[in-house]
């Protein structure tokens, strides 16, 4: 039987796999996760069996820390997917997260959200 191609539930046919698939059927992380939350690879793990989504997370990764909304654009799956698969990949102890703080977030500074609105209100 010949080999089955990487890319085999990909094509013009049959369409891209559908997300249930990815994630078997998993709607949920098990993990409370922001989209700013910066993920690391970590050394391999001897005996993580890892699907090639998650694999390609953890070549995204590699190198520097990336957010899970930039995980999810690079691989083009949707965020909730990416969150699931970064679950697995904490499970299997491949990564490391850094959730961010309030104080480090500069989204939750109340002077910059007041002028920002400000400025929203202005060109009302």
Do not use: F
């Not at 654009?73 to 959730?99: E, M, S």
């Amino acid at each position: 039987m010949p080999a089955v191609p990487s890319d085999a539930w990909a094509g013009s046919r049959l369409g891209d796999v559908r997300p249930y698939a990815v994630t078997a059927g998993r709607t949920q992380s098990r993990y409370d996760l922001s989209l700013t939350s910066s993920l690391c690879s970590r050394p391999a793990t001897v005996g993580a069996a890892l699907t090639p989504e998650c694999e390609a997370l953890l070549l995204h990764c590699s190198g520097h820390p990336r957010s899970i909304a930039e995980l999810a654009a690079r691989t083009g799956h949707p965020v909730q997917v990416t969150k699931i698969l970064i679950g697995d990949l904490l499970d299997a102890r491949a990564v490391t997260l850094n959730a961010p703080t309030p104080r480090n977030n500069p989204g939750t500074d109340p002077q910059l959200l007041e002028a920002v609105l400000a400025g929203l209100k202005s060109l009302v």
